[in-house]
């Protein structure tokens, strides 16, 4: 069935109806094949007309001219009890030059559920006047797949919400950065979100949303809290909810579950990214030794496709708890306590050894040798090699993020930074742009440092640094591995610090490909420095820099031997020994460039 007309009458509309149904099965769905092609081809629109309903719902859209293809549509339409119609309207507004047309239209899942003879078994249910035998798991979800609502007879309204009238006894977080919004038809924007709700399938039914429209930002999170449950013991209790993901800009739903009341709790379940327009069914077994209470969170994308609808949250087999969860017990910590240093006889210019009392220069500690027996004036350094197994940062720290922790009414969760991670932990599509595995051990399960530009704004910078190096040799070289791929990849720099002035001693901008890559850094002689990775954000999420197997090669200072030099060495003009073949190679062994003077 086609359209092919050249007008220039205003506002016309061309009409398509179908013969009138009586009902559908709950997962039935619409399918059909359809062309819109032209300069000013216009719009194109499926709507549902239900017996009883003034108002049309629109179940598809299509806004311009689509190429010169065929392209599917694929519509769900639910659960319909009413008799119905769908009409497929193709409106132009002005001059109209194109060609509409559909073909291949097809009714899929749309029976419902046959009659049985018998329905035995403790997971089924036997309809009361359809006899159909369903799935338990279907009973009391919101949903007649019966068709004839005894699966939804006697059910508890308490453990039950479809947003027809409100939000029955789930609540708003005042905790997060914004509300779900209740609402019947489309949402605001265009090409994001739901166009009817799930429990009629029509405009005129409620569901929640989450707007991902301005002012809100890229990982805003809008938090529902459910009522509070019984200890549901080892898995008695489910938790049915239907999501709705649509959109090129979607980011993040999840589910937690917490047992005290001031913590977010733990994660059961979550989905990222487009997920078609249509509303999907999903089923979580709640095990619980405590009273619990589950918290549905969203979280907004890079942009204001990125619209989360959710609607007919049910529970079946748990029971609600009178009373209130109880909050995590925090000890306030007071000042640090000094170390208790034994007796000596060191000046302030001189590092104490925590177990001898000995005396070193101050110079000496944090100088990648340990000159005391204990190693103590290494313990609070930057260690030689780290490879953050055992989520050990090896004395790195963020200056910015230590300042942030002072002040509590900043939030950190936000803030584009370092962070530990591994490829066991990334979420589906993640891989993209962040290591599937770390260098140390090529595995899932090993640690690597990233910052995450899941967090932040375009060309925000994350800074990890060492605490300050007294001295360094003149091979000192830094060795670490980096992983930086993504389309939208920012840059990584190594910098050194001396009090207020910093210096660039290495950068690198851009995706990098799919694999670690070795970098080695030159340092040389220096003092009371520190070596700083400063991580630039790009423009959106897809660009995660990954760093790994850090290594201070070479770097403990020219020791002064309390002999001569040897035959085979050199004597410096400041005493240090060299070996001879060292000379004359344009490399400041010496520390004081002696063995690349011309007069030797």
């Known amino acids: 069935m086609f359209i092919l007309q050249n007008s220039s009458s205003i506002s016309q509309v061309a009409r398509l109806r179908s013969p009138e149904f009586r009902q559908t099965g709950s997962n039935c769905t619409l399918s059909f ?12 629109e499926m709507q549902l007309l239900v017996d009883g309903l003034k108002q049309p719902t629109v179940l598809w859209r299509a806004y311009y001219n689509e190429g010169d293809q065929w392209l599917k549509a694929v519509i769900q339409l639910g659960r319909l009890p009413h008799p ?3 009409s497929l309207d193709k409106i132009s507004l002005g001059f109209y030059d194109g060609v509409s047309a559909i073909d291949d239209i097809a009714f899929e899942n749309c029976a419902l ?8 078994g403790p997971n089924r249910f036997w309809c009361r ?5 369903i799935d338990s798991l279907l009973v009391c979800d919101l949903v007649d797949n019966c068709g004839d609502g005894s699966d939804e007879d006697n059910c508890n309204p308490d453990l ?4 027809e009238n409100g939000l029955c006894n789930w609540e708003q977080d005042v905790e997060d950065d914004f509300d779900w919004i209740r609402i019947q038809g489309p949402t605001p924007t265009v090409n994001t979100g739901p166009l009817k709700d799930h429990t009629t399938g029509t405009a005129r039914g409620h569901y929640l949303y989450m707007e991902s429209s301005e002012p809100h930002l890229f990982q805003d999170k809008a938090i529902l809290l459910s009522p509070l449950f019984n200890p549901s013991g080892n898995g008695t209790c489910i938790f049915r909810f239907h999501y709705h993901m649509f959109g090129k800009q979607v980011y993040k739903l999840s589910v937690f579950q917490r047992t005290l009341s001031n913590t977010k709790g733990w994660l059961l379940w979550y989905k990222f990214g487009n997920q078609g327009n249509r509303w999907i069914r999903q089923t979580l077994y709640i095990s619980s030794y405590k009273p619990f209470q589950i918290l549905v969170k969203g979280t907004v994308g890079d942009g204001f496709t990125g619209d989360i609808g959710l609607d007919d949250m049910s529970f079946l087999g748990c029971t609600l708890y009178n009373g209130n969860l109880p909050t995590i017990t925090t000890t306030t910590s007071g000042t640090l306590v000094p170390v208790t240093l034994p007796m000596n006889n060191c000046t302030e210019k001189e590092f104490v050894c925590r177990a001898s009392g000995h005396c070193i220069q101050m110079i000496q500690k944090c100088d990648f040798r340990p000159d005391c027996s204990d190693k103590s004036d290494e313990s609070a350094c930057v260690k030689e090699v780290c490879n953050f197994e055992d989520k050990n940062q090896c004395g790195w720290y963020q200056p910015a993020l230590e300042q942030m922790s002072g002040n509590y009414s900043i939030h950190t969760t936000n803030v584009f930074k370092w962070e530990l991670g591994r490829g066991a932990n990334l979420y589906p599509g993640q891989e993209k742009h962040c290591p599937l595995i770390d260098h140390t051990t090529f595995t899932e399960e090993g640690w690597y440092l990233f910052a995450d530009s899941s967090n932040g704004e375009f060309g925000h910078i994350a800074d990890i640094a060492t605490p300050v190096i007294s001295l360094t040799g003149p091979k000192c070289k830094i060795i670490f591995w980096n992983y930086m791929n993504g389309s939208t990849i920012g840059s990584l720099e190594v910098l050194c ?4 002035k910093t210096s660039k001693l290495w950068t690198q901008s851009g995706s990098q490909g799919p694999q670690w ?15 700083v990775f400063r991580a630039k954000r790009g423009v959106s999420y897809m660009g995660d820099v990954a760093v790994d197997d850090i290594t201070f090669e070479d770097c403990s200072p020219l020791l002064i031997p309390g002999r001569p030099c040897t035959s085979d060495e050199f004597t410096c003009a400041n005493k240090y020994c060299i070996p001879k073949d060292n000379l004359c190679d344009f490399v400041n062994d ?3 460039n002696s063995d690349e003077s011309p007069t030797i």
Do not use: H
């Open 590 to 592: 010496c520390a004081d």
């Open 129 to 133: 006047d359809t006899k159909a035998c």
């Open 160 to 163: 039950q919400c479809n947003f």
């Open 33 to 44: 094949w359809y062309y819109n092609y032209g300069q000013s081809v216009g719009a194109a």
């Open 84 to 86: 119905f119609q769908l």
């Open 517 to 531: 890559n070795r970098a080695e850094v030159f340092l040389g002689i220096r003092s009371n420095f520190q070596v």
């Open 113 to 120: 559920p046959p009659p049985a003879l018998s329905c035995e």
């Open 497 to 500: 610090k001396t009090g207020n």
